[in-house]
T-cell receptor, first 112, second 111 residues
Framework: DQQVKQNSPSLSVQEGRISILNCDYTNSMFDYFLWYKKYPAEGPTFLISISSIKDKNEDGRFTVFLNKSAKHLSLHIVPSQPGDSAVYFCAASEDQGGKLIFGQGTELSVKP | DAGVTQSPTHLIKTRGQQVTLRCSPKSGHDTVSWYQQALGQGPQFIFQYYEEEERQRGNFPDRFSGHQFPNYSSELNVNALLLGDSALYLC??????????FGQGTRLTVV
């Protein structure tokens, strides 16, 4: 039972353009949503989070949008840079500090 | 300020053996969670420790056990290793908020 899904295994974007990574979830009890970036041979690095009471959160080049009615969230990276090339995971939690349920990841490739 | 550190980074074990993985949380963090990441998959929650007690547990058999020490560091123990236990094991620490910070992981190979 995959509660968090990232349906695109890979995404390729030109440097300077916008990258949009998508994530869907099924559990309406999720209250917190997070995005992580992972390079090979490293652990996931926290990028940005959003709580269910908001529909948008921004941090520099990264913006997360949450559509609760559609049970969908997305991560926008503008402008995309080659150093952004990595695997991106979305994760969800029912409570602060509780277990995280991860999607399968989307591999982003930003080409110069 | 050291982040989350895990040891060892790589490990090879034989089927049936037992293994212990170690984790030191980020300074000031009191909650430690363990995740298993198989190739091509997202991390899967194993369990979480807070105040030296297991607070939450994922869908993993009893062969997976853990411990948290008074200094908040933690161990993950896996008994009777199976080939399917080969994975990247990640430790994450947190403090009250939803954000968890991960270590670099321990790559376990069971042969």
């Amino acid at each position: 039972d995959q509660q968090v899904k990232q349906n695109s295994p890979s995404l390729s974007v030109q440097e300077g353009r916008i990258s949009i990574l998508n994530c869907d979830y099924t559990n309406s009890m999720f209250d917190y949503f997070l995005w992580y970036k992972k390079y090979p041979a490293e652990g996931p690095t926290f990028l940005i989070s959003i709580s269910s009471i908001k529909d948008k959160n921004e941090d520099g080049r990264f913006t997360v949008f949450l559509n609760k009615s559609a049970k969908h969230l997305s991560l926008h990276i503008v402008p995309s840079q080659p150093g952004d090339s990595a695997v991106y995971f979305c994760a969800a939690s029912e409570d602060q500090g509780g277990k995280l349920i991860f999607g399968q990841g989307t591999e982003l490739s930003v080409k110069p | 300020d050291a982040g989350v550190t895990q040891s060892p980074t790589h490990l090879i074990k034989t089927r049936g053996q037992q293994v212990t993985l170690r984790c030191s949380p980020k300074s000031g963090h009191d909650t430690v969670s363990w995740y298993q990441q198989a190739l091509g998959q997202g991390p899967q929650f194993i369990f979480q420790y807070y105040e030296e007690e297991e607070r939450q547990r994922g869908n993993f058999p009893d062969r997976f056990s853990g411990h948290q020490f008074p200094n908040y560091s933690s161990e993950l123990n896996v008994n009777a290793l199976l080939l399917g236990d080969s994975a990247l094991y990640l430790c994450a620490s947190s403090l009250r908020g939803p954000e968890a910070f991960f270590g670099q992981g321990t790559r376990l190979t069971v042969v």
